[in-house]
């Protein structure tokens, strides 16, 4: 197997390959791609236009048959990818996440062609929230366990799981995306790619070479400005992708259109901002005024405009970027323009599953959007110094969501919460206002989906404290969806959210008590 995989060409089978995005990187690494499986007509038109030499099937995965992929495939089959539909994992704009239906079991369909080719490895690619995806609505299995299940089922047992950042990798945009790598043989190392890249790529040097263009202007530019980064060198080097298609004209840079209304929303929002920011910062008589006049929608959604700094990597790709803004003032073109995603859906899948263990206590979770509203209808018991604190917090998004407990005497806020995928790369900056919310009396913790970076003392220390870099504890608790041993005040979260239930349930009950007492050194039961 290795022998053949170093001295002959690797070949590739790319299920649900879109519009061929694995595709484009194996090419760019000498790996050929044989087959590829794709259901909707638009990404297969420019999965062929693209890739002429690769041979697709337009149809869904489900029925394709063992006859036809035999007959279609002629070598050896060294790696399957599967990038299958993310919908009904991710809240990235829609209501998919609460679908439960065949989508979120198309990774079975993979494993099939993987098997039936004689596939040694196989590689899925998805959003993180997967991981937290249950199999039905009122059910505990996890669909990620299921997937598990399946692949050592046909023989796949040696599997390594990983989230990766697309930033970390050379491109100008902040995009996590779970990776497992699965294979048949026991022999093969499979490691963890390691990001060598020197330095953040940043929306400036992507946009370097484009011409500016108007929103609903007629015209379509053709050529690029003579203006080049490391960046845009490397998308145009031919060499490096390995294609013989030469194109150096501009192509699908058009203006958007957008009605004078929304062009006077988009210059209300500074860059770092978006919509949020602008019913954060206008008094309740602005609002009412600017929706009157539909430059503001009745409510905002934290996903929606987002202006980009120039000097920072983007933020999620989505495909709701035709009414996105650019980095100047300007509006680019839809094709290539970047906007913010649910790159906090996470946030809402942690309020869904926390609501769900904690409604027997009377407590709740709720998002940043859900405490504004709560606010300004005064429906919150909070002292008025709480409710101000309160404000900054929201202003400086500084937590994700915040814990309330119902009573007899109302409902107060009692914790502030950093949900994450993954925090390593702002742990230091998470830390000081986790710190502040301490010394304010606030239940302060953090929700991480990959807790890898845990592993690390320096970071176990930011933790628990007790260092003399870090005296003090930076959370009252660090709780981790993935697999770790508890350590100080890091623990494992199980999916019925134990111990955080429990923890919860002490605080709120400390907070209503003594809350003075609610300071950094208050820790929990065990239990």
């Given amino acids: 197997m290795k022998s053949r995989m170093e001295s002959k060409k690797i070949h590739h089978v790319d299920c649900f390959s879109g519009v061929g995005g694995f595709c484009c990187g194996f090419r760019a690494g000498g790996i050929h791609t044989v087959l590829a499986i794709e259901k909707v007509k638009s990404c297969v038109d420019t999965y062929k236009a693209n890739n002429p030499d690769v041979p697709i099937i337009h149809d869904d995965i489900r029925n394709v048959k063992t006859q036809q992929l035999k007959k279609d495939v002629k070598n050896c089959v060294d790696v399957v990818t599967a990038g299958m539909p993310c919908e009904t994992f991710s809240t990235a704009g829609s209501k998919s996440r609460s679908f439960y239906d065949h989508r979120q079991f198309l990774f079975t369909e993979a494993i099939r062609v993987a098997s039936v080719l004689k596939a040694p490895l196989i590689l899925f690619e998805n959003v993180p929230a997967i991981t937290t995806k249950t199999t039905h609505k009122r059910s505990s299995n996890l669909v990620i366990d299921e997937l598990y299940n399946e692949l050592a089922k046909h023989g796949y047992k040696y599997n390594i799981t990983t989230i990766l950042n697309s930033v970390d990798f050379g491109i100008p945009q902040e995009r996590k995306r779970l990776f497992i790598l699965a294979t048949n043989k026991e022999t093969l190392n499979l490691k963890v790619p390691v990001a ?22 007629p015209n379509e530019p053709k050529d690029y400005l003579k203006k080049e980064s490391a960046y845009t060198k490397l998308l145009k080097d031919n060499s490096f992708w390995r294609i013989e298609k030469k194109q150096n004209n501009l192509s699908y840079h058009k203006a958007p259109k957008h009605r004078k209304t929304t062009l006077r929303r988009f210059a209300l929002i500074n860059p770092g901002e978006g919509l949020k920011d602008l019913f ?6 602005q609002l009412q005024q600017l929706q009157k006049e539909k430059i503001l929608p009745k409510r905002w959604y934290i996903q929606r405009n987002r202006r980009l700094i120039e000097n920072e990597p983007s933020v999620t790709v989505t495909s709701h970027c035709i009414d996105e803004i650019d980095v100047v003032n300007r509006v680019v073109s839809a094709e290539q323009s970047w906007k913010k995603s649910s790159g906090h859906a996470f946030e809402e899948t942690a309020v869904a599953l926390g609501n769900k263990a904690l ?3 009377s407590i709740s979770l709720c998002l940043q959007r859900d405490l504004y509203n709560m606010i300004t209808q005064d429906e919150l018991s909070n002292q008025p110094r709480d409710i101000k604190w309160l404000n900054q917090q929201i202003q400086s998004s500084s937590f994700d969501l915040f814990a309330i407990v119902d009573n007899d005497n109302g409902k107060f806020v009692f914790g502030c919460i950093q949900a994450k995928t993954s925090i390593r790369d702002r742990v230091t900056r998470d830390r000081e206002p986790s710190l502040h919310a301490m010394e304010a009396f606030f239940w302060s913790i953090a929700i991480c989906l990959d807790g890898a970076f845990l592993a690390l003392p320096k970071f176990q220390d930011m933790v628990n404290g007790g260092t003399a870099d870090y005296p003090h504890n930076g959370w009252h608790g660090m709780y981790v969806f993935s697999r770790l041993e508890n350590g100080g005040r890091i623990y494992h979260l199980d ?3 134990e111990p ?6 002490q605080a709120a009950e400390q907070w209503i008590k003594q809350r003075q007492w609610l300071a950094y050194k208050w820790k929990p039961k065990s239990g």
Avoid at 197 to 216: D, I, M, Q, R, S
Avoid at 500 to 505: E, I, T
């Fill in 359 to 361: 409604e027997k206590h």
């Fill in 500 to 505: 955080l239930r429990v923890h919860a349930k």
């Fill in 280 to 285: 954060l910062k206008k008094t309740k008589k």
């Fill in 196 to 217: 060598c890249h020197n330095g953040k790529v940043t929306v400036k040097k992507a946009f370097v070479g484009l011409p500016k263009v108007v929103a609903n202007s």
């Fill in 495 to 497: 999916r019925e959210l």
